[in-house]
Structures are given as structure tokens and as C-alpha cells.
Antibody
């Protein structure tokens, strides 16, 4: 069974950093691009960024709202994708999801349950 | 960025009746070289992550009931539930993947009348 599980969320003060993890199972993680999304309380979905598979250079791309502050990386040996978040602001408060890119086309067939990040003093 | 606009914001439909959700993109998401529309639909139930329903605008994901259908091309798309069931209560989102940043519509909340 394909599964992705996010972890690492919690309460953090503005200006601080946090690293989220996305642990995958049930598929060959290294063959897939992965993306991160977020959903502020009561709001819609926002794409945060993605990392391609190593076969496609492992390149990353980000939304303008997080570019320069957030970094996505991956450890294929452990089947984990990471989201490093720096210089957090209250506007980053959201549930963060990771999702598998089904076929490299940027639509997503497997999502984790999400992890809540609350940025507050 | 491509702006995705959904309508209505919410709708209440009787059990067994049809529900129709519209999604409009600010520019065409049809890639003419392969004649594919880079548009997906998701269902999100309360407290759950999104679930993929359709990709390429009308290709049903495995396991999605056939009362759901996706249609449209270019800038105008529709998600139809032909006979609403209680388990279809959810928020539905369209998403374009024609270009990054990937963008979503604001969502349409479907409830039982």
C-alpha cells in the first residue's frame, strides 16, 4: 500500500525554523517527484514546492511566497522528503501535506494526513 | 500565475440529484502539441487530505465511482456528480498543472439539501 506520512509539525515562534519530514512506503520512492502543499485553517490548498527524482536531476521549485526561506530535499535511501522552513511568520501557519506526483506531470495521487505548523509568539 | 476560479462557492443538492461544479482558468491549460488539458480535480472531506478524482480533465482515477465525471477544455471545466450520495459531502478543488506555480481553485463545498 502506498503511504506517505508527514511529521515534525508543532508550535514555533516567528523568525524561527522548523524541519518537516515526509516518510514514504509502498513504492520506489526514488522514482517519484514529491511536492509539499499547505492549507491554512479554513482556507484552500496552496502548493509550496517540489523536488524531482534524481533521474530528472533532483531539481527543486518553489512558490513565490516561500522561495528563499523554504528548502526541499530528499534522502532516497531512507524514502524521506524534507521541508526545511526558515524565517517563519504567522502567515506560514497551516497544515502541511506532502504528496506523490503520480507520473511526473504534477498531479498527485497519494497524500499524507498532514502535520500542523503553528507560528505564534 | 494561472488563476483558477471555481463556482459556486457552495451548493446544496438533494440525495440522488445532480451536482455541477465549474472551474475556469485565467489562461488556457490545453497543451496543443499533445491535445491534453493540464487540469486535475480533488475531493477533500473534513479532516482528511485531498483525494485525486480526475487528471487530464476527464481521466478518472482508479477507484473513483462512475457517478463522478470531468469535462471541459481550454479554460472552462466541469465536475459533475450525477447522483449525489451522502459520502460525497466534501470540498472539491480543481488544480492546473500547465505551469508552475501549481494553482488551485478556491474550492466548492457540496452539502446535502
Amino acid at each position: 500500500e502506498v503511504q506517505v506520512v508527514e511529521s515534525g509539525g508543532g508550535l514555533v515562534q516567528p523568525g524561527r525554523s522548523l524541519r518537516l519530514s515526509c516518510t514514504a512506503s509502498g513504492f520506489t520512492f526514488g522514482d517519484y517527484a514529491m511536492s509539499w502543499f499547505r492549507q491554512a485553517p479554513g482556507k484552500g490548498l496552496e502548493w509550496v514546492g517540489r523536488i524531482r527524482s534524481k533521474a530528472y536531476g533532483g531539481t527543486t521549485g518553489y512558490a513565490a511566497s516561500v522561495k528563499g526561506r523554504f528548502t526541499i530535499s530528499r534522502d532516497d535511501s531512507e524514502s524521506i522528503a524534507y521541508l526545511q522552513m526558515n524565517s517563519l511568520t504567522t502567515e506560514d501557519t497551516a497544515v502541511y501535506y506532502c504528496a506523490r506526483d503520480q507520473a511526473g506531470w504534477y498531479y498527485f495521487d497519494s497524500w499524507g494526513q498532514g502535520t500542523l505548523v503553528t507560528v505564534s509568539s | 500565475d494561472i488563476v483558477m476560479t471555481q463556482s459556486p462557492d457552495s451548493l446544496a443538492v438533494s440525495l440522488g440529484e445532480r451536482a455541477t461544479i465549474n472551474c475556469t482558468s485565467s489562461q488556457s491549460v490545453l497543451y496543443t502539441s499533445n491535445n491534453r488539458n493540464y487540469l486535475a480535480w480533488y475531493q477533500q472531506k473534513p479532516g482528511q487530505p485531498p483525494k485525486l478524482l480526475f487528471y487530464w480533465a476527464s481521466t478518472r482515477e482508479s477507484g473513483v465511482p462512475d457517478r463522478f465525471s470531468g469535462s471541459g477544455s481550454g479554460t472552462d471545466f466541469t465536475l459533475t456528480i450525477s447522483s449525489l450520495q451522502a459520502e460525497d459531502v466534501a470540498v472539491y478543488y480543481c488544480q492546473q498543472y500547465y505551469s508552475t506555480p501549481l494553482t488551485f481553485g478556491g474550492g466548492t463545498k457540496v452539502e446535502i439539501k
